[in-house]
């Protein structure tokens, strides 16, 4: 009989793409696993191109991993729901749909059912996972220093020995175990300081200590010290980590109306002198107001550097929509900015990260410092310019500079938040100083990122760390089932 595992990721193509290439490493870890991948449509419903790319995840080959998507529950409202508020509402049809598939009158022999892998926003499905009796995992996508960031906040929360409202400027810098060095308190995310923010991430810690064990996205030689602090348990209530990272994505999904601008970008760099351009990309949700944008315009026109710029516009609320195209770029850049540099840089819209990062030419990596983005610089052997612009991303940034010395800063601290709607603008002489660091030939950001990239590669060899901390996990959910 096999063991059956029901994951559930995110809405969104990028949250599933990472699930399936997991569940694809663990079916192939032991043939006594089949996985199904409960798909939450977006909220928005998504278009083709979202069916498309979920059908070419799944191959009928791996008869041991399959996918159902689900039909969301009606909004009576049709006011956009916050994700937390949309994925709960959608319990019963996930209920449904694992009934089915342990439906005894199957013409099938049905599996038994190991257990629930759910993404660290879906926290909400445990309660599904426990009405049929099965224990909770976790996929936690962000990094293992953040993790127990978040747990000790936590604690140190409902203990009544901290509130941030009230930390004042006698109070510059905060303990925490998983970090070697004192936090500045003027660098805490928004997400902990903000009265709407932080209840959501209060609770959402207390729920990670529910899990049975914690999937992390890093890598032992990585994040040696904060997996240490973990692994340690003094409060006697932390699930296992098992750091089975990096879980990348490396295939690009090219977007079918680009008309050919991504080849011309790969092609342009194949024309680069190795390790000479600097690349500046900011995710899904980083964009740029026009006095930012001219601010980055002139620190990449002073330092001399190739580059590849990829540009949008600020968005007036994340939350509800997301950053746009300039139209016109002469309207918002330098006067000449286009022409001085049309020799040596490009100014992009949407950009193929991953394509780009493995790239020879690329020098260096201007980056919003989302934990997803860290990694394949890492992966790819590029140091990192950090520029966190919402949710961890400033505590990311603090352990890549302050703790690894993976990464160089733009300036120590940066204030505002996306999802607080306000950011300070940086200014053209800090980021010239911060691309002209980072750019620095056999520098020892660079020599140390070298070293780190062959270490997450070994990681998931065989006989690697990240291979046997899948091994391990695997083991623990056969021996968790319930006889």
């Known amino acids: 009989m096999t063991m059956e595992l029901v994951f559930i990721p995110s809405p969104g193509i990028g949250h599933l793409r990472s699930t399936v290439e997991l569940a694809k490493q663990l079916v192939n870890g032991d043939e006594r696993l089949s996985i199904t991948v409960i798909i939450i449509p977006r909220s928005s419903g998504g278009d083709a191109s979202d069916f498309a790319q979920i059908s070419s995840f799944f191959t009928p080959s791996q008869d041991r991993l399959r996918h159902e998507t689900i039909s969301v529950a009606d909004n009576p409202t049709g006011e956009r729901l916050p994700t937390q508020v949309y994925i709960a509402n959608q319990k019963p049809q996930v209920r449904d749909a694992v009934a089915k598939l ?3 009158n199957s013409p099938s022999s049905p599996p038994r059912l190991a257990g ?36 000790h906040l936590q604690k140190m929360y409902d203990e009544k020995k901290l509130d941030t409202s009230e930390l004042s400027e006698s109070v510059n810098e905060l303990e925490i175990p998983c970090l070697t060095r004192p936090y500045p308190v003027e660098c805490l995310p928004y997400i902990f300081v903000s009265k709407e923010w932080l209840p959501l991430f209060l609770a959402q810690a207390r729920n990670f200590r529910k899990m049975k064990g914690i999937l992390v996205n890093t890598v032992a ?3 040696p010290h904060a997996l240490n602090v973990l692994s340690r348990d003094d409060g006697g209530d932390l699930p296992r980590a098992y750091p089975i990272g990096p879980v990348l994505h490396l295939q690009n999904g090219s977007r079918d109306d680009d008309g050919g601008k991504e080849s011309e970008i790969l092609r342009w760099l194949d024309e680069q002198p190795e390790r000479s ?76 990260q991953v394509a780009v990062l493995a790239k020879p030419a690329i020098g260096g990596f201007v980056t919003h410092c989302g934990w997803n983005s860290m990694l394949e610089s890492l992966w790819f052997g590029v140091p990192m310019v950090t520029w966190p612009l919402y949710a961890e991303q400033k505590v990311n940034a ?17 204030r505002g938040d996306l999802l607080e709607g306000v950011m ?13 660091r980072v750019m620095e030939e056999d520098s020892d950001v660079r020599n140390r990122v070298n070293e780190v990239a062959e270490k997450c590669h070994v990681a998931l060899m065989d006989g690697g760390s990240s291979k046997a901390a899948l091994r391990k996990f695997i083991q623990d959910v056969l021996e968790n089932v319930v006889v």
């Open 102 to 104: 342990l439906d005894p």
């Open 277 to 352: 351009v600097v690349f500046l990309c900011f995710g899904s949700l980083g964009g740029f107001s026009d006095e930012q944008t001219r601010e980055i315009a002139v620190a990449l026109d002073r330092s001399g550097h190739r580059f590849l710029w990829s540009l949008r516009r600020a968005s007036p609320n994340i939350l509800t929509e997301g950053p746009g195209d300039y139209t016109n770029l002469e309207e918002v850049l330098p006067e000449g900015f286009l022409d001085r540099t049309s020799d040596r840089g490009k100014v992009i819209g949407w950009a193929p």
């Open 398 to 414: 603090f352990e890549m500079v302050d703790e690894l010395g993976l990464a160089v800063e733009i300036r120590k601290f940066i």
């Open 116 to 151: 629930f892998v759910i993404d660290m926003f879906c926290i909400s499905m445990m309660d599904v996972a426990d009405e049929f009796g099965v224990p909770t995992y976790m996929v936690y996508t962000s990094n293992a220093a953040f993790l127990g960031f978040s747990l």
């Open 221 to 223: 030689e990585l994040e």
């Open 424 to 436: 300070e603008t940086v200014t053209a002489e800090d980021l010239e100083r911060a691309i002209r």
